[in-house]
């Protein structure tokens, strides 16, 4: 069975943008029935000097998120193969998840996980043992299920299958592993070994899958009697990512190397920094949730540690810090370790008050970079030998921490590790963060700290709407090219259609231009198991024994395979649209809490009543716009009182104005966060005041366009329960005032253009040609005069075009975006070209 989807049957929207001619401006040279007169300009200036575009400039950021590892990267088939399962990982799950007890032929026994003296090391301490019972001609064991549906395995293919064992039975143990269906069929022939003496001891053989299934299984057979104690029972495709033993799962890692990455940033995201920073040891009560930590995860995969993941599920650390390294060497790009800083992000907000435990990460750290690239002779660098790579691997950069919510904390303990690492290693380079939201105290707490601390590289992380990426395409232009580099280490639009992969390509081509500011950048996240996946979007989507592309994943592949050296300047006109007034109904929310409402009222700036609400009649004037919550009207007051629900819109009719004041009352009775009060409603479009969300932690203002947040204000804020407040938001076209109790709390203006035709040219020095990179989000064809500002050296360009609906999306089914490339006639100096709707396209064009 092929891992990759047939793409005979991909068809391109943009198809028909190709049979446009190319052709010299004027009237003489219009396309017959396209019009004559452009409405769109670009102009090159090949004469100007832009920045340079470094080899790293576009990335990946690998995290162990929705399976990216166990059961995805890593080409382990079996699940739960060391029997470390437990509620640490997920309610409900032990040592057996995974594994069902079997008998064959009357074989009869008890199956149990065990923790004592008798494990395999201290750091795989939990085995599965089989009390067999005597006098049966039959077998006893275990049977595991594998990820998805199953293992996933093909007719004629190899599997190497390995099992730790040990028997007290005087003779041996006679044990058998073969595949077979989840109705017990023999799907393979079986491996075969007699178990001797009750010392742990490594079983190795290979079996050849008779059928293609992605439903099959691993059965782990024992005949006799005694005590037959099992751990570590592997199976592997033979077809590894460049035949690597202990390797990667073929096809997903060559869809990465398809992207050409400069660089792979690793091991995340939330599971770097996230529970405790205490190591698996005797000393911590052999801690089953903490921060990622390097020296768990290398050596012998059978005395590495385990633990549980953030995203709610457990991490083998099969895939560790030197399968990382090895793979980024293989595909040619730059590795980018990030070590926790001794906070806690994403949400936990902790530091860490232990300068022993401080001090022995930061010395972690420099063991790391030992690792990496100390000599074959030196402590680290002997374990990497040992493992099978003597040469260094020549690590260069090095994130410290991810999404601190606590800047003056993360400054103090970035500038300790950067003393020690500078002292010893000048040649790294270290980027420091800025939290998780692009704008906001936090933000500006971290950008003023490095600037202070002199930091080389800050690394950025948000998600947002396509809106605010069409709107923002010229976010870095302002960005001192004094202070530090940004490294944008996280952004993806909110979805996973075309639109969101076009609002994300018009959003790099400000990067680029802005290259001697932004250093790198990497969508994110990666990998997502369809089956099971804690975000979305994803850039690359799996199951069993599938994977596909996103939209996304086409869009930067195109761009990442297609940088330049250098950026061309230049300029363009057209398709910007202005942004709309503030305008629609008001609405009432609440997040995990209970929450009463009263005397809403609504006025003009002159103070004529266009509504209000006492709830004396009810609530007839609101209508559900989520569906969700428990909304009655209640001792004369509207209240909500689901504590469990997230979002519980409600709102008013549309108000008919752009500028209005709303005013209520609203009390807080029970739950997690505060208030959502809502004005600009209209549909899936609207801005919420947030007071007392993220856990009680923050205020802010959000957007959301189509049903995607964006925050536009953020700060620090929390929400007494039982406490009445008077808020009141003043709304003035697209800006808008909020207070609380008479005071001012903040004000937005939300009044950016969005930009609907973005441009960047970039030269390939290789080739010598240019690379002309237009994105249309704009509804109608957008057709535009091109100045190359010089003669091309041959009147022919290749072309590639990604376009279509822009709500198609790439499904296992179907993988309805994909780029078609051709090649095109009429390119002269000046020439007017017609980018299709929906669309992006890189025109690269020989200039010697």
């Known amino acids: 069975m092929s891992r990759s989807p047939s793409r005979a049957a991909l068809a391109l929207v943009a198809a028909a943008a190709l049979t446009v001619p190319l052709c010299a401006a004027g009237p003489a040279a219009a396309a017959p029935g396209r019009g004559a007169t452009p409405t769109h300009t670009l102009t090159v200036d090949p004469a100007a000097t832009g920045p340079e575009i470094g080899e790293h400039m576009y990335g990946v950021f690998y995290e162990d998120i929705n399976n990216a590892a166990d059961g995805g990267l890593y080409a382990e088939l079996v699940r739960n193969r060391s029997f470390e399962f437990s509620g640490a990982d997920r309610a409900g799950w032990d040592g057996l998840t995974a594994w069902t007890p079997t008998a064959v032929g009357g074989g009869r026994g008890t199956a149990t996980t065990v923790d004592d003296s008798g494990r395999l090391n201290e750091r795989n301490r939990t085995y599965l043992r089989l009390d067999l019972s005597s006098g049966t001609r039959g077998t006893y064991g275990v049977t595991n299920s594998g990820y998805d549906q199953g293992l996933a395995v093909e007719a004629g293919e190899l599997y190497d299958v390995s099992v730790w064992a040990r028997s007290d039975a005087p003779g041996g143990t006679p044990l058998t592993v073969a595949l077979t269906g989840a109705d017990g069929r023999a799907l393979s022939g079986q491996f075969r070994v007699q178990v001797r003496g009750d010392g742990w001891r490594q079983y190795r053989g290979t079996v050849r899958a008779r059928s293609t299934t992605d439903a099959a299984r691993l059965s782990v057979q024992a005949a006799g009697s005694g005590t037959l104690r099992l751990d570590m029972v592997s199976a592997f495709p033979r077809e590894t990512f460049m035949g690597r033993p202990n390797g990667l799962r073929a096809d997903l890692a060559e869809k990465i190397a398809a992207l050409e990455p400069g660089f792979v940033r690793f091991p995340g995201g939330c599971i770097v920094n996230t529970g405790s920073h205490e190591g698996y040891d005797a000393a911590s009560g052999w801690e089953r949730q903490r921060s990622y930590q390097w020296k768990d995860t290398v050596g012998p995969v059978e005395q590495r540690a385990t633990n549980a993941n953030f995203w709610g599920y457990n991490q083998s650390y099969g895939l560790g810090y030197y399968e990382y390294f090895q793979f980024a060497e293989d595909i040619g790009a730059m590795p980018l370790p990030v ?142 090219r004094s202070g530090p580099d940004v490294f944008l280490g996280e952004y993806a639009s909110l979805d996973g259609k075309l639109a969101n992969a076009l609002a994300e390509a018009s959003y790099m081509t400000g990067l680029e231009r802005n290259a001697d500011v932004v250093r790198m950048a990497s969508y994110a996240p990666l990998l997502a198991d369809v089956a099971e996946n804690q975000w979305r979007p994803d850039m690359i989507w799996f199951d069993g024994d599938e994977s596909w592309g996103s939209a996304s994943y086409e869009v930067q592949k195109l761009f990442m395979t297609n940088v330049g050296d250098r950026v061309v300047p230049s300029t363009a006109t057209g398709g910007e649209v202005p942004a709309e007034p503030i305008a629609g109904g008001v609405g009432l929310s609440t997040w995990r809490t209970a929450a009463r409402y009263d005397d809403v009222r609504v006025t003009t ?83 919420w005041w947030n007071l007392g969300g993220w856990n009680g932690t923050q205020d802010a203002v959000e957007k959301t366009t189509d049903g995607a947040k964006e925050v536009l204000l953020v700060r620090p804020g929390t929400i007494e329960t039982g406490r009445t407040y008077d808020l009141r938001v003043e709304v003035r076209g697209t800006s808008a005032a909020m207070y609380v109790d008479g005071e001012l709390w903040g004000t937005i203006t939300d009044d950016a253009a969005t930009q609907e035709f973005s441009q960047v040219v970039t030269r390939d020095d290789d080739t010598g040609e240019l690379i002309v990179k237009v994105v249309n989000n704009g509804d109608e064809p957008a057709r535009t005069r091109v100045d190359l500002g010089a003669e091309p050296a041959r009147p022919t360009a290749r072309m590639t075009v990604i376009a279509g609906d822009p709500q198609a999306e790439n499904t296992r089914e179907s993988q309805p975006v994909a780029p078609e490339t051709s090649t095109v006639h009429g390119i002269e100096r000046v020439f007017t070209r017609e980018f299709p709707a929906h669309s992006v396209t890189f025109l690269r064009i020989p200039t010697r």
């Open 339 to 480: 070590v926790p800083a001794l906070l806690t992000g994403c949400g936990q907000n902790e530091a860490t008050d232990d300068p022993e435990l401080l001090q022995r990460h930061v010395q972690d750290t420099l063991d790391l970079i030992e690792f990496a690239n100390g000599p074959a002779t030196s402590t680290w660098g002997r374990v990497r030998a040992g493992m099978g790579h003597p040469e260094p691997f020549g690590l260069t950069h090095l994130g410290i921490g991810n999404e601190e919510n606590l800047p003056e904390e993360y400054a103090e303990n970035f500038a300790l590790f950067r003393d020690a690492i500078t002292a010893a290693h000048p040649e790294i380079t270290l980027i420091y963060n800025s939290g998780p939201d692009d704008t906001g105290a936090v933000f500006d707490a971290h950008w003023a700290n490095a600037r202070e601390l002199g930091a080389e590289v800050v690394d950025e992380h948000y998600y947002n709407s396509p809106a605010w990426f069409l709107r923002n395409n010229d976010r870095y232009d302002s960005y001192d």
């Open 605 to 687: 700036p002159g103070g004529e009543v266009l509504f209000s609400d006492d709830f004396s009649d009810g609530d007839g004037k609101w209508s559900p716009v989520t569906g969700t919550g428990e909304w009655s009207v209640t001792g004369g007051a509207y209240v909500q009182s689901d504590t469990t629900a997230e979002n519980t819109l409600v709102r008013t009719p549309d108000l008919g104005v752009t500028d209005y004041d709303v005013s209520l009352t609203a009390t807080k009775t029970a739950g997690d966060e505060g208030f959502l009060v809502g004005f600009g409603v209209d549909g899936d479009d609207y801005y």
